[in-house]
């Protein structure tokens, strides 16, 4: 249970957090063990070899001072200056005790409070025991010299004990540890520097992969380019590939599909409008003509939604990458089509002109397809006539400021709400139901903006009116 419930929860950290962040924990967590590992054998082999070293001197040491103690007789000699004594306890930061006893426990010479050693049945003489206790509150090592002495028909056993605390043996282990734990430390933040370059250096490609998927359009379906990456991101690449191109080769059928069917109903609608046009011409009856300008009008619009679902195709990502792209003299293109349609702004009752440019000379450059920033501008202004009203006044100006180039045309008419002015760019939205509009004009302005690597913008003009904006980016 303990192992499941671990596991599930390393699978809710691993959904929440990022890749990034798990390999680094993944690989710099050991790490910290492993110092932390490191640390602690380092201390308890400075110790022991500290042990080591003050076992020694202690040993030495109830040697020495047994050899102090001599039989007499039926006694002992205690020949233990004063002087050595003093040597003995000179250091108050490493105190030494000791103690002689004999029979053992029998307090001689010495410290009385000394731990005695643990109870031993038939302790070897000659050879010291060495162990740990405690003395007025300190840790402190002792080392136990059983020495025997007597006649040899009654032995005696007496016991020197030595004790040294345990400052120096823990201040040689501390000083051993710091030796060993800083220069390994500076080695673990040089290794989490590396495996943290390496982690950023591996998961480069990843990120190139992602500002790839980021930086485009939601209608761009153009294969990821990876090739230089690792073969696990090489896969993905391939497989967000594959899946982009199903989706293209669907988007495609469905865009051939109402290619092909507008360019099948442009020949019988033209039909059916001229049809229209000669039996107006022939009918005398108010009921029979009233009938025909409902089909001539019903006939008009579907030719001029033809045509505009046409334009669209030919401004999605796919036609336009297909047509070749060359310099456009946006003041040319503004004058040219702004006289193409003072006819039709004639026939409309509205004052269609086009505003001088501030500067002599030729005018901005763009680099795009002429077809479809001709039939952007003709949408522009094809919507102007249509919703201006007669008696309307529509302007036709081209512009430029450092980076940008912009066509712009102004009408005093209703204009469109603030609210609306960007659900006016969706496709098959009226902002009104007066005209014969199919709600595909601005559209098809925005897509062939965006295709050129700009952008149509909408502004209320004063006291009343609308401007529609396109703005491109200067030809190098």
Same mark, same amino acid.
């Given at each position: 249970?303990?192992?499941?419930?671990?596991?599930?929860?390393?699978?809710?950290?691993?959904?929440?957090?990022?890749?990034?962040?798990?390999?680094?924990?993944?690989?710099?967590?050991?790490?910290?063990?492993?110092w932390?590992?490191?640390a602690f054998v380092?201390?308890?082999v400075?110790?022991r070899?500290a042990?080591?070293?003050?076992?020694?001197?202690l040993?030495?040491?109830?040697r020495?001072?047994?050899?102090q103690v001599?039989?007499?007789g039926?006694?002992?000699?205690?020949?233990?200056p004063?002087?050595?004594?003093d040597?003995?306890?000179?250091?108050?930061?490493d105190?030494?005790?000791?103690?002689?006893?004999?029979?053992?426990?029998?307090?001689?010479?010495?410290?009385?409070?000394?731990?005695?050693p643990?109870?031993?049945?038939k302790?070897?003489?000659?050879?010291?025991?060495?162990?740990?206790?405690?003395?007025e509150?300190?840790?402190?090592?002792i080392?136990?010299?059983y020495?025997a002495?007597?006649?040899?028909k009654?032995?005696?056993?007496?016991?020197?004990q030595?004790?040294?605390?345990?400052?120096s043996?823990?201040?040689l282990?501390r000083?051993?540890l710091?030796?060993?734990?800083l220069?390994l430390?500076?080695?673990?933040?040089?290794?989490?520097?590396i495996?943290? $370059?390496? &982690? !950023? =250096?591996?998961?480069?490609?990843?990120?190139r *992969?992602? /500002?790839? #998927?980021e930086?485009?359009? @939601?209608?761009?379906?153009?294969?990821?380019?990876?090739?230089a990456?690792? $073969?696990? &991101? !090489? =896969?993905?690449a391939?497989?967000?590939?594959? *899946?982009? /191109?199903? #989706?293209?080769q669907?988007? @495609?059928?469905?865009?051939?599909?109402?290619s092909?069917?507008?360019?099948?109903?442009?020949?019988p609608?033209?039909?059916?409008?001229?049809?229209?046009?000669?039996a107006?011409?022939?009918?005398?009856?108010?009921?029979?003509?009233?009938?025909l300008?409902?089909?001539?009008?019903?006939?008009?619009?579907s030719?001029?939604?033809?045509?505009?679902?046409?334009?669209?195709?030919?401004?999605?990502?796919?036609?336009?990458?297909?047509?070749?792209?060359?310099?456009?003299?946006?003041?040319?293109?503004?004058?040219?089509?702004?006289a193409?349609?003072?006819?039709?702004?004639?026939?409309?009752?509205?004052?269609?002109?086009?505003g001088e440019?501030?500067?002599?000379?030729?005018g901005?450059?763009?680099a795009?397809?002429?077809?479809l920033?001709?039939?952007?501008?003709?949408?522009?202004?094809?919507n102007?006539?249509?919703?201006?009203?007669?008696?309307?006044?529509?302007?036709?100006?081209?512009?430029?400021?450092?980076?940008?180039a912009?066509l712009?045309?102004?009408?005093?008419?209703?204009g469109?709400?603030?609210?609306?002015?960007?659900?006016?760019?969706e496709?098959f939205?009226?902002?009104t139901?007066?005209?014969?509009?199919?709600?595909?004009?601005l559209?098809?302005?925005?897509?062939?903006?965006e295709?050129?690597?700009?952008?149509?913008?909408?502004?209320?003009?004063?006291?009343?009116?609308?401007?529609?904006?396109?703005?491109?980016?200067?030809?190098?």
């Open positions: 249970m303990p192992a499941d419930l671990l596991r599930r929860a390393a699978l809710r950290f691993a959904a929440r957090g990022s890749l990034h962040r798990q390999l680094l924990l993944w690989l710099l967590l050991p790490q910290l063990v492993l932390a590992a490191a380092t201390y308890n400075a110790a070899y042990n080591r070293a003050i076992d020694a001197s040993s030495q040491a109830t020495s001072l047994a050899r001599k039989p007499v039926n006694g002992l000699l205690i020949d233990f004063r002087a050595a004594q040597i003995i306890e000179a250091d108050p930061d105190r030494v005790y000791y103690m002689v006893s004999t029979p053992p426990g029998q307090f001689i010479l010495g410290s009385r409070k000394l731990p005695q643990p109870p031993i049945d302790p070897r003489l000659d050879d010291p025991y060495f162990y740990d206790g405690t003395m509150g300190l840790p402190i090592r080392a136990a010299l020495v002495w007597g006649e040899p009654e032995p005696q056993l007496m016991l020197v030595i004790a040294r605390s345990r400052a043996r823990d201040e282990a000083a051993i710091q030796d060993t734990v220069p430390s500076a080695l673990i933040v040089l290794m989490t520097m495996v943290w $370059a390496g &982690v !950023r =250096a591996g998961l480069a490609p990843l990120t *992969l992602r /500002g790839l #998927v930086g485009r359009a @939601a209608n761009d379906l153009t294969a990821i380019e990876l090739a990456a690792p $073969a696990e &991101v !090489r =896969a993905l391939q497989a967000i590939n594959d *899946l982009l /191109g199903a #989706v293209q669907s988007v @495609a059928a469905q865009r051939r599909f109402i092909d069917a507008a360019h099948q109903l442009r020949t609608l033209a039909g059916l409008k001229s049809q229209t046009e000669l107006l011409k022939e009918a005398s009856e108010p009921a029979q003509r009233a009938r300008e409902r089909v001539h009008e019903s006939a008009t619009r030719a001029h939604l033809v045509n505009q679902l046409l334009a669209l195709a030919r401004a999605e990502p796919e036609s336009a990458m297909r047509q070749a792209r060359t310099r456009v003299d946006l003041q040319r293109l503004a004058q040219e089509v702004t193409e349609l003072v006819p039709r702004a004639l026939n409309a009752g509205v004052d269609l002109g086009y440019p501030d500067a002599e000379g030729p901005p450059a763009v795009g397809v002429e077809l920033l001709r039939e952007a501008l003709v949408n522009v202004i094809d102007a006539l249509r919703y201006a009203g007669r008696g309307a006044v529509v302007t036709v100006q081209v512009g430029q400021d450092a980076r940008h912009w712009e045309v102004t009408d005093n008419g209703p469109v709400p603030d609210a609306l002015h960007r659900t006016v760019f496709r939205f009226r902002a139901h007066e005209g014969s509009g199919c709600g595909l004009g559209a098809i302005v925005k897509e062939i903006a295709r050129h690597g700009g952008s149509v913008t909408l502004a209320n003009a004063a006291p009343h009116g609308l401007t529609v904006r396109i703005t491109l980016p200067l030809a190098s």
